[in-house]
Nanobody, 125 residues
């Protein structure tokens, strides 16, 4: 069973940066497209960013485009989310997820095969 473990969350002030990491084990990391999602209190889970299995393409939600960057290191079985210029609206639990195979979109959480347990990001204003 594939396992995903996120790390790197924390409490920061508005304008700061954080880098989240997500390590995949018990699976072939380079076979999976990877995504980041987040869920704020009282809100539905939303798509943040996704990256193709080989890193050749990325996709971002409009709310984070230009501030966040997704990357991956297939040699380390790890995907990253660099978050810059954080604001209070970025406060949420952030989840990484893995999806296998060809899909018309990587924005739909329901398509993902595996999920991490989440890491809390809190931005104070």
């Amino acid at each position: 069973q594939v396992q995903l473990v996120e790390s790197g969350g924390g409490l920061v002030q508005a304008g700061a940066s954080l880098r989240l990491s997500c390590a995949l084990s018990r699976g072939t990391f380079s076979s999976y497209h990877m995504g980041w999602f987040r869920q704020a209190p009282g809100k539905e889970r939303e798509f943040v960013a996704a990256i193709k299995y080989d890193g050749s393409s990325t996709d971002y939600a409009d709310s984070v485009k230009g501030r966040f960057g997704i990357s991956r290191d297939n040699a380390k079985n790890t995907v990253y989310l660099q978050m810059n210029s954080l604001n209070a609206e970025d406060t949420a639990v952030y989840y990484c997820a893995a999806i296998f195979g060809a899909h018309s979109t990587r924005r739909a959480g329901g398509l993902y095969d595996y999920w991490g347990q989440g890491t809390q990001v809190t931005v104070s204003s």
